[in-house]
T-cell receptor, first 116, second 116 residues
Framework: AQKITQTQPGMFVQEKEAVTLDCTYD???????LFWYKQPSSGEMIFLIY??????QNATEGRYSLNFQKARKSANLVISASQLGDSAMYFC?????????????FGTGTSLTVIP | DTGVSQDPRHKITKRGQNVTFRCDPI?????LYWYRQTLGQGPEFLTY????????KSRLLSDRFSAERPKGSFSTLEIQRTEQGDSAMYLC??????????????FGPGTRLTVL
């Protein structure tokens, strides 16, 4: 079974609008961390935001917020006030265990295009 | 902090040739990870090191692949007798473990391999 599922291969959003990128995960470990990375066409993975499985509040980082619904095993990324520079691939990732150095499991990604 | 660097950025080789990639992690990071990313997919874990010890290897790391981190600093990934299916982006990441916070992985720009 896939540990991370991203069901939106491509998304479009108007500049200055908000957009939600979906991510669901599958693990039996009660302790885990969820990450979102941005990958522009240059190829480098850029860390955006983190949510731990025991965190009570949804993570926020500037224009990025994570809509964490633990019972539904979803960790959607919300980007507010989209900018042209947000156009990129976005990957959801999970690490099993908290504060560990374990490997990341990545989804297949969502390509976001911001329209002027 | 100069970030994770990888060399070369691009490599074109003929089937059957051997290739070697290098990764220089962030200097104080003791963990180093290799991932492979094929077109339209998210990164897939290959292997990781803590200092010079290789702690885990994925099933994806066939006998033709070997990774080393001899002095616990830079790492090399060698592919012997390359096949067209090896064409991919090879990503390196590093982290500090245990560290403060949530042990995010910092990624390099990747080496794009094309096997003709």
């Amino acid at each position: 079974a896939q540990k991370i599922t991203q069901t939106q291969p491509g998304m479009f959003v108007q500049e200055k609008e908000a957009v939600t990128l979906d991510c669901t995960y599958d693990t039996s470990d009660p302790s885990y961390g969820l990450f979102w990375y941005k990958q522009p066409s240059s190829g480098e993975m850029i860390f955006l935001i983190y949510q731990g499985s025991y965190d009570q509040q949804n993570a926020t980082e500037g224009r990025y917020s994570l809509n964490f619904q633990k019972a539904r095993k979803s960790a959607n990324l919300v980007i507010s006030a989209s900018q042209l520079g947000d156009s990129a691939m976005y990957f959801c990732a999970m690490r099993e265990g908290l504060n560990t150095g374990n490997q990341f499991y990545f989804g297949t990604g969502t390509s976001l295009t911001v329209i002027p | 902090d100069t970030g994770v660097s990888q060399d070369p950025r691009h490599k074109i080789t003929k089937r059957g040739q051997n290739v070697t990639f290098r990764c220089d992690p962030i200097s104080e990071h003791n963990r180093l990870y290799w991932y492979r990313q094929t077109l339209g997919q998210g990164p897939e874990f290959l292997t990781y090191f803590q200092n010079e010890a290789q702690l885990e290897k994925s099933r994806l790391l066939s006998d033709r692949f070997s990774a080393e981190r001899p002095k616990g600093s830079f790492s090399t990934l060698e592919i012997q007798r390359t096949e067209q299916g090896d064409s991919a982006m090879y990503l390196c990441a590093s982290s500090l473990f245990p560290g403060q916070g949530f042990n995010e992985q910092f990624f390099g720009p990747g080496t794009r391999l094309t096997v003709l």
